[in-house]
């Protein structure tokens, strides 16, 4: 968008035929909308806010919700963090761990010691020396960085766990300090980092469409089903990449050259689209360091309203309108220490404008991490569905009418300690080659705002080397001129 905006000619190539990357949505043969995972905007995702306002979705595509983090525990039991509060950060905050109903008061007493001695206390009156504080823990798990002074066993088993596998698909065994401290000392720090909201619909209405139309508008010509089949480059005597001449695109390989590539993908993305010779830059081999975890996208249609727990009638009624979250049940993301599925919503609800369907009742979306992932489709279905009766007991009574599940073998990076450190950097030794995606070092680390982020830095680079007589076009410019005159 900044690219288009500053009067530059872009043209994209996506592999597959439709955009979004991780946050891709599509329909299948019944009209139904397929996700490859269940997507929250943070208040923190400020970049993110910032293109959606940009092309006008902001107002229109997301919907508010109450700012209360639920957790849902075996027999229907709810606690949660609430941060509605007359004072705002990190008072809300501190309020919201004191008064939870997710934790015993002796995990609350070690929880509060804990976090008492942490980075996010640094960071009340130096937010850039605690982020420095937070980076240098990311050789840790967050188990070990928490239970070193006063953490108990109880916290995590209960609360962070379920938070670490919404955030990365991992637990706190496993993941690293860095990755979990960061969005805590946001949210501890800023008053709107924790509120959420969801989109109105799916990705592909809510937010790429309004991308998109935003893109075209401006000239920038989108090719899908067009994969890249290798970057075209030339080489210094040792062998090293020097600069990207353009990109062999299709089936057919045609040739297109381009005075500055950007490779936007994700990490095995990269990891197959990066010619051997680039790895003789350790920038460039590093990324072959970085692991990613499996993920299981599970959706549910059921014939009543599963998380509506207090009146069984309502439960069970679909008639009538019901749209625009007017359905019983609990409009908002939910969490859970006692399911497989790290987080999960209602979308029905949440989400009504595309996922609600007159007549019918919940669609209960959820994500299985690698735990369940090596199981069939069908019997990740049957779990799926025991696990939520299991959180909402009166949901036995309800039917599942119809069922969704999508597997994807490589999803987010693995956030594990060590991580940051093969994370490459957005400018690259190939001083016409850029990298954009969560994964590239950025501190929002491997989530939507994340890869917003790193695409508007890679933006900004190219904007400030574009123009001038040693600029990327009076680059290209010579080096076609040299190529023609040899």
């Known amino acids: 968008m900044d690219l288009a905006d500053a009067g530059h000619d872009v043209e994209m190539f996506e592999l597959r035929p439709f955009v979004g ?48 983090h639920t ?18 950060a990190p008072i809300s905050g501190l309020q919201a761990f004191f008064k939870t109903e997710q934790l015993e008061p002796i995990d609350k007493f070690h929880n509060a010691v804990r976090l008492g001695t942490s980075p996010i206390v640094r960071a009340l009156f130096d937010f850039d020396g605690g982020m420095d504080m937070v980076r240098d823990l990311d050789d840790i798990t967050f188990t070990e960085w928490f239970t070193q002074l006063g953490g108990s066993r109880g916290s995590l088993d209960r609360m962070w766990d379920p938070i670490a596998y919404a955030l990365g698909f991992v637990d706190c065994d496993n993941i690293s300090a860095r990755a979990m401290l960061t969005i805590f000392m946001l949210f501890a720090i800023r008053t709107e980092a924790s509120v959420l909201r969801m989109l109105e619909g799916s ?24 994969p890249c089949r290798d970057i075209i480059h030339e080489v210094d005597e040792e062998g090293k990449p020097t600069r990207v001449k353009g ?101 029905a609800l949440t989400s009504p404008g595309d996922y609600y369907k007159p007549g019918e009742g919940s669609l209960i979306q959820a994500v299985f991490d690698e735990r369940a992932f090596g199981r069939s489709n069908e019997q990740i279905k049957e779990d799926c569905i025991k696990q939520i009766n299991a959180l909402f007991p009166s949901s036995k009574k309800l039917n599942c ?19 940051d450190k093969f994370r490459p950097k957005q400018a690259t030794p190939v001083e016409n080659f850029f990298l954009a995606g969560s994964y590239t070092y950025q501190d929002y680390l491997d989530s939507m705002e994340g890869a917003t982020r790193s695409g508007l830095m890679v933006a900004d680079e190219i904007i400030s080397r574009a123009d001038g007589p040693n600029g990327l076009a009076a680059k290209s410019k010579a080096a076609k001129e040299g190529a023609a005159v040899v």
């Open 203 to 226: 990705p592909q209405t809510g937010l790429h469409d309004p991308i998109i139309a935003y893109l075209e508008e401006r000239g920038v010509k989108i090719n899908l089903s067009s």
């Open 71 to 88: 957790f849902v525990n075996e027999g229907g039991h709810l606690g949660a963090l609430d941060f509605q509060f007359p004072i705002g």
């Open 401 to 419: 009418t119809w069922s969704s599940v999508v597997k994807l073998g490589q999803s987010l990076y693995r956030e594990k300690p060590g991580q």
């Open 247 to 347: 990109l062999m695109i299709g089936t057919s390989k045609e040739m297109k050259e381009f005075d500055a590539v950007v490779a936007a993908l994700d990490v095995p993305g990269i990891k197959k689209a990066l010619p051997e010779s680039f790895r003789k830059y350790p920038m460039f081999d590093n990324i072959y360091n970085l692991d990613t975890v499996p993920i299981a996208t599970v959706q549910l249609r059921f014939d009543g309203w599963v998380t509506e727990m207090e009146n069984e009638g309502y439960m069970m009624n679909t008639s009538g309108d019901q749209s625009d979250g007017k359905a019983p049940g609990i409009d908002n993301l939910l969490y859970s220490a006692d399911a497989e599925f790290s987080c999960f919503a209602d979308l």
């Open 21 to 68: 990357g991780k946050v891709s949505s599509w329909k299948d043969k019944d009209g139904n909308h397929i996700e490859m995972g269940l997507h929250v905007f943070f208040g923190c995702y400020y970049n993110l806010f910032g293109i959606m306002k940009r092309t006008g979705s902001f107002d229109d595509n997301l919907r508010l919700k109450e700012h209360i």
